[in-house]
């Protein structure tokens, strides 16, 4: 993580205000950029900078939510969590903020008298043993083929990861920046195991890099 942030306490996970939203899975290690601009959202943020935690989970939306969507939709018991790293608040009341994706966490919703959603949550660990490096290097091989291609259109996008990170740390990495299906993003996000999560991050990327593949070959 750039710039390293401190680790969330567990009075700040005890009471973790949530954000759900029907696109956006946060993954650990990652810079997550949002406005809000819904009247609950603003509380929420207000809340977050004066009163603390300096954090939030941002949980992706089940399908169905637009039917409650002012209520308490269905979200992903497992989710992003991240504390705030940046913060504007602009002239017309709405804020933007940047927030620094610290861990994945298992939610458990409360039951309060605020706008906005609050949840204790439960950090989740990383599973597994070690990881070939093979299965690292192929997943980075893949990945870099597609970032020369984004590189075509905007040439200072960066990968972020290299091989000599730790393979959960590029599995999330890759997956942030290649990965746009929220269901497989969700996916992704719930494999604690990091070999299954590296597997499945590769496959996608692999899928992706076929079709730009298919589109560049000349008919």
């Not at 700040?12 to 956006?24: G, K, N, Q, S």
């Not at 949002?34 to 509380?43: D, N, S, V």
């Not at 497989?184 to 597997?199: F, G, H």
């Amino acid at each position: 993580m750039t710039p390293e942030a401190a680790p969330l306490a567990p009075e700040e996970l005890a009471r973790l205000p949530v954000f759900p939203l029907p696109r956006v899975v946060f993954f650990p290690g990652t810079l997550l950029p949002l406005p809000l601009f819904e009247p609950r959202y603003r509380a929420m943020i207000e809340d977050c900078l004066e009163k603390g935690p300096k954090a939030l989970a941002i949980a992706l939306l089940k399908p169905g939510y637009e039917t409650d969507y002012d209520g308490k939709p269905a979200i992903h018991a497992i989710a992003g969590a991240g504390r705030i790293l940046a913060h504007e608040k602009n002239a017309d009341g709405t804020h933007d903020i940047v927030l620094q994706g610290m861990t994945r966490v298992s939610l458990e919703e409360l039951e309060v008298d605020t706008p906005y959603r609050v949840a204790k949550a439960t950090p989740l660990e990383d599973q597994g043993g070690e990881v070939p490096r093979s299965e690292v290097t192929t997943l980075l091989a893949c990945a870099t083929q597609v970032a020369q291609v984004v590189r075509q259109q905007h040439p200072e996008f960066a990968l972020g990861v290299s091989v000599q990170d730790p393979p959960h740390r590029v599995a999330d990495t890759v997956a942030d920046r290649f990965v746009a299906e929220p269901a497989r993003r969700q996916a992704i996000l719930e494999a604690l195991d990091v070999r299954e999560r590296l597997s499945l991050v590769t496959d996608s990327v692999g899928e992706l890099l076929a079709h730009l593949a298919s589109h560049e070959a000349p008919s």
